[in-house]
């Protein structure tokens, strides 16, 4: 099965946030605070402005109910003005059950 624009089939499923979700990010260009508009253990897609170019990396901080989230993450897609698709790339073990927690309570 094919997902849109022919790319390969997502490893996980995403959840839609309709509210977003407040997420830190640095990298090269400075900090930045703005919402995810989906979210996945594999990922998630940030609206900003200020989206780097595909294959920067950057640090996110989420803090949710579960806990705070730190994680490293590659941008995988950049739509400039509008926002970027980021892929985790390396997270401890608490920061993985945290997001995990907070996946299965807003797919509940």
């Known amino acids: 099965?094919?997902?849109?624009?022919g790319a390969?089939?997502?490893?996980?499923?995403?959840?839609?946030l309709k509210k977003g979700l407040l997420v830190a990010w640095h990298g090269?260009?400075?900090?930045?605070t703005d919402r995810a508009k989906t979210l996945g253990m594999g990922g998630l897609y940030i609206e900003t402005s200020e989206?780097?170019?595909a294959g920067t990396y950057i640090q996110l901080l989420v803090d949710t109910p579960e806990?705070?989230?730190?994680?490293?993450?590659?941008?995988?897609?950049?739509?400039?003005g509008r926002g970027m698709g980021v892929e985790?790339?390396?997270m401890d073990q608490?920061?993985?059950a945290h997001l995990y927690g907070l996946i299965k309570r807003l797919l509940a």
């Open 1 to 5: 099965m094919m997902s849109e624009k």
């Open 8 to 16: 390969a089939p997502r490893r996980y499923p995403r959840k839609q």
């Open 28 to 32: 090269a260009g400075g900090r930045h």
């Open 51 to 53: 989206a780097p170019g």
């Open 67 to 80: 806990g705070e989230v730190r994680a490293r993450a590659v941008v995988r897609n950049a739509e400039p």
């Open 88 to 90: 985790f790339v390396g």
């Open 94 to 96: 608490a920061a993985r």
